[in-house]
T-cell receptor, first 113, second 113 residues
């Protein structure tokens, strides 16, 4: 079945460092891809999305490009801030009934000043 | 719009007790779902509904019941709480099953002693 694999955390960075969180997927068909963010004590919220190959999603300085040839959707940010500390989830719309999204296990990012 | 609301925010139960976690949305979304979030496990789908009167099981349905009598509400019932149900529970909704973005509630942190 469809699945999402993302890099294990935690990821610990200093403020202004470059961030990459790797995400790869296995899917039949042509899924849409998402990054969700969960700030401490809150629910998940959509960070960015891409609906077809070579699309780039972007929001709040974060970017991710839908790479069909490598089945990847890596999240990047050029200069992280302390306020970016959160858990990041990669997700896709599966080609199966019933499940709206399939999530990776999440990657915890901790940014220190 | 309030979005997706969940009550209570925190709950402590004793083994064997029953309770209902409430979830409501005011966006007229057809698809609603319940997830549990556990450390290292990511988000796991418990039950979902594609519309009023229609519910189905997700990945981890045992010990939980749901009903969907209205478009707005999707309560989750714990029949006889067990320590293994200690978790953070999230309700989510979306326009349709594979419509893309899911909107999440703030979560209920449940502890079963």
């Amino acid at each position: 079945g469809d699945s999402v694999t993302q890099m294990e955390g935690p990821v610990t960075l200093s403020e202004e460092a470059f961030l990459t969180i790797n995400c790869t997927y296995t899917a039949t068909g042509y899924p849409s891809l998402f990054w969700y963010v969960q700030y401490p004590g809150e629910g998940l919220q959509l960070l960015l999305k891409a609906t077809k190959a070579d699309d780039k999603g972007s929001n709040k300085g974060f970017e991710a490009t839908y790479r069909k040839e490598t089945t990847s959707f890596h999240l990047e940010k050029g200069s992280v801030q302390v306020s970016d500390s959160a858990v990041y989830f990669c997700a896709l719309t599966p080609n199966q009934a019933g499940t709206a999204l399939i999530f990776g296990k999440g990657t915890t990012l901790s940014v220190s000043s | 719009n309030a979005g997706v609301t969940q009550t209570p925010k925190f709950q402590v139960l004793k083994t064997g007790q029953s309770m209902t976690l409430q979830c409501a949305q005011d966006m007229n979304h057809e698809y609603m779902s319940w997830y549990r979030q556990d450390p290292g496990m990511g988000l796991r789908l418990i039950h979902y509904s594609v519309g009023a009167g229609i519910t189905d099981q997700g990945e981890v349905p045992n010990g939980y019941n749901v009903s969907r009598s209205t478009t707005e509400d999707f309560p989750l019932r714990l029949l006889s709480a067990a320590p293994s149900q200690t978790s953070v529970y999230f309700c989510a909704s979306s326009l349709g099953e594979h419509s893309g973005e899911q909107f999440f509630g703030p979560g209920t942190r449940l502890t079963v002693l």
